[in-house]
């Protein structure tokens, strides 16, 4: 059952990340299962992360750039409002939903919106959710000149432990495979002006860990959708987290 | 991407329903869907619906027999404390476990636990729930000569509105072929004692179109896992319920 | 119990809607059934729909101008951002908390809070939420020129099945009567510029009928309270929703 | 709008408590105020409240007794399996499933189903669920001599705050009257072995003093209801809970 | 038990106000403990109530000085958009961070998140959720010129019960002490602008004793924690609110 | 801030498991610090893990014994109905209620209400927190020899992540002393039978590795508070998890 290459199992994958290390933290190591399964994923980073403790824009920047090739992405800067600054504004969904409609992805990746973590991570989800809708509909002024476009899921992931939305069914990704974990520690590395302060590698790789444990695999990360899931069978149902 | 015999994907499932109409009434389009694609199903009745407003047992037994008959699904009927008398007992839950041994299916499916519907309908839910752990477990002694077993998924269905689990998120089934919808209200149909009564059968029929216009396709059906879902990729979730 | 004419029963109803055509399908029949008992309602339209993917704006403000003729109902349209442009600003709120205060109704319709939805739709939900508060406060200066006035219930419809909040016990209505369910129809279809494309009359009538099923009645559209009823008496409470 | 005698507004109304106390206390108010506008009230108490830490069986028994008279019900005792000792059983359920075909209440009154108070009260919310179910249901055996009944409603009532649903919408029902109040509060201070000890009648005013508060009025009690409302228009929505 | 003065326990608490009586009424009884037992206590008040149906903005600074004076606390007053028109704006968060940073607490006390109530209200509780993170991050440019901050708590209050988290787990703090109620009364009371209208005094020592009562002791207030709490050991956890 | 010996912050620690490892997996490290800070801490062991796939009831016993020791604690072992064979019994709420009562602790420990997780665990669960109320009730015939006994505070554990409830805030107590640490680790060690055929120690130092991160400690454990906290002040509230 590998999805073969141009079907619409492998349509792109669009990732919204608020800093620029948010997506690597979170889910780099299913990006980097994804692109190996000949997927071709895209990073959008809305801030350059110059609120952050360490580190300046620049650096992060490459930090970032680096983090995307390990991982097989391509990645591109926008700016909305600035790191620690971001609001919720109609202009901001639409330039969203403009990416949208350019990179034409099956799927959308986006922070939770869990509101207890970095004020910008649950905005942008929003954001990304809104502009998920505006992608679609056709009279959009700023959009008419490209086709609308219309996504089969919005998957969120949570950047922390808190930020795990409580009432949304997880759907854990197998990312055992020892090629899988070493890209996705070796693009976390890659963020040097990060990592050297606190422990975020470890706290990424133990949450996954108890992932991996729960769905009896080794590591598993867990990602939430925001609607529905459609199936064609029950066949994609033959592993599920009942080890413990 | 159809799986192919004998693979995981299709491993039997097994369907436990409180009443000899539940499982038709609630998802027995997603059955016929199934035998369809080559899976083995088997239905397990736990009494047979004497408490019922019309219909004797017999009848009921003869209807149900039909009933699984036309969806291509076996059945058998076992005796916990009849209709409308049905308690939370360990023996109970020993009992179902034995034959989930017995039947060593991948999937369960059994009526959810939201406990505003009938009252067996959700105590049989928890049995089974209860029932999928002691599968696993070596030491239980009325067990020990079975082999144990480990399922891959418990799901739940909804045989009204009011029984869908507001905490999980659903799973929408498509099964919109002509042929499945026929085999489905024919299977509704043999339950002739009931369905003269009330509108039992617009009510799925009904509630199962909602879903496929949310979905985007004719029809489609929601299961309610009880556990994370583990997959191997994002290539299952090539379609979303986001179509309004 | 009738309400008599002039009665507190027969205040005003005050429907906000973010675009030409959310309240008829979300509620039009509703609207029906409380014209023809003598209640003046009055619709506020806060958009032309001019982001819509079919119609203009001018055809739309005729469509919808012409479904609140055949509802009974007055209309008028604003202007606050314009089509999926609507964002949460405090002058937002105030513009509508005057014109609760002009118009001086005993109830309040808005669209939902549930955020996975059109994001105009919940905005303006929570928009006309404060706007009922600030009507009450006597010292907005924008405000200062109109009597305060507090409303008895904020009622909140569901455009789609998304857009129900599952954390509020509904309140179905029963629009069961012919005439009823006629104007409500013929308000949908005179939408004309939206009822080509998708099936969003077919999935409102049917929504309606599943509610109707589980009330006992042939159609009942679910409303939802934002606060808790107050009630003299059990007196209203001699029907409720247990047919399944 | 007062409801006429004989109307289905006046239907009885049954009320099932655990121990002899516990109706006055929860919502002797609301029992107060129905029996003066007419509706027949009839009590169940399903202990004579053994295990208490004050009064004999015989004491309660009577203070019970008397409490009921003094608000207008009629009451009597049955055995299920004793003071702190009550457990689900199906038989519990066909047992009070038989006093709902014999009284033909229009409305049911029980305590809440949150599991954090007394066992008791809790099981019995539960039990009388179920048993409003299966009065319907023609073919149980054990009530096959009596005609099946279908209430309107199931209502349930919270002895403590830690009682109250989070997730039902609560209707307030207006106890301001002071004959109302002084009925109530007779009735609660006929349970004299029970009142020397704690704070209880205290207790209980303040929080029907605390809902009076946020509804506008002297005094109102919570009630919780376990289905969606059926109306047939907006009229019985004329007062809200938005005084603060 | 004591915590001794410059210990960490009795580190500052900054406690923010959307207008100038809602520390007061919500849980002024709370300050007046905690300055008592030699906690430095500070109010930042982010409008002069000029929107309210009471009082000129002049009397409402007077009152609420003199109640923070009663209370044992300091207070300055901010302006972010005025009364009934705060809107959520990253630079209110950073403005309301560069105060956490000089006052340099231990605890922050703010209004709830529960969006049906005061539409500043919550907006405030959520731009001081976004700022406690904010106060935290080393490269916020407007705030580089102050050490980062980072404090131990953010604790919700809630000014009426409808603005009661239903989803986090209450700490009742015990007020008891006739000299506490009687700084807390004198400090409601000199907002004599507001408590003319309504029963806004009574409302709020209602509530306190309802809480007391379930506590256990005379009168307690309810603070809704953002956070897990972080213990030592279980020593603290002595006192449960397990009376009823 | 220590608490002194003879304190009420010392009354015995009384923790109840449904198998004979279950305490010490869950939350061994939290028995190892408080024995170690001068409290009594007492375990009821209510099976002999029968039905597990490995170990003899004998081995378990001696097992169970060893840690106990390890931990500090005493131990003692109950018949209720086997394990795997666990019922909501009346009768074994009262026998736990006389162990209540005859121990006379200031707090509880059991395993969390969570129903997905072993059968066992939530009724034991259940059974505690009836128990707890029934060892206050004075007129329970069983109990009548003993005094009535009431607990300061009833907290949860979970052995698994899926048995953490999403509704209740969390305490987390700060188990990182490496002493702590290498007393659980022994006490989870001594379960040879177990830990040979999984990762059970690996799974639980996981998770209060995740735990330690998340409130900026090394390792700590999540409990979960029955009912809300009351405390004398807010200087108990001197650390937070707000590290990520």
């Not at 391509?74 to 409609?101: C, P, S, Y």
């Not at 959710?129 to 000149?145: M, S």
């Not at 432990?161 to 997880?170: F, K, L, V």
């Not at 976390?188 to 133990?206: D, F, G, K, P, V």
């Amino acid at each position: 059952m590998k999805p073969t290459p141009n079907s619409p199992d492998l349509a792109p994958l669009l990732v919204f990340g608020a800093h620029p290390d948010d997506i690597e933290f979170a889910c780099g190591a299913v990006i980097a299962k994804e692109t190996r399964l000949g997927r071709a994923v895209h990073f959008v980073i809305c801030s350059r992360g110059e609120a952050g403790s360490h580190g300046t824009p620049d650096q992060r920047v490459a930090e970032a750039s680096k983090a995307a090739t390990l991982l097989g992405a391509t990645i591109e800067f926008i700016d909305l409002d600035g790191d620690a600054h971001l609001e919720i504004r109609a202009a901001h969904a639409i330039k969203l939903a403009a990416i949208v409609r350019r990179v034409k992805p099956g799927l959308l990746l986006a922070p939770s919106l869990v509101p207890n973590q970095h004020p910008d991570h649950w905005r942008l989800g929003q954001l990304v959710r809104d502009a998920a809708r505006l992608a679609r509909y056709g009279g959009v002024q700023e959009l008419r000149n490209m086709a609308s476009h219309t996504v089969a899921h919005l998957l969120f992931y949570a950047v922390t432990p808190e930020a795990e939305p409580r009432d949304i069914t997880p759907i854990l990704i197998d990312v055992s495979a020892p090629e899988v974990i070493a890209a996705w520690t070796a693009a976390m590395e890659a963020h040097t002006s990060q990592t050297s302060a606190r422990n975020y590698i470890e706290l990424q790789i133990t949450r996954v860990r108890v992932n991996g444990l729960r769905a009896g695999v080794g590591h598993a990360i867990a990602l939430f959708p925001n609607d529905a899931l459609v199936l064609d069978s029950l066949a994609p149902l033959s592993r599920g987290a009942r080890r413990f």
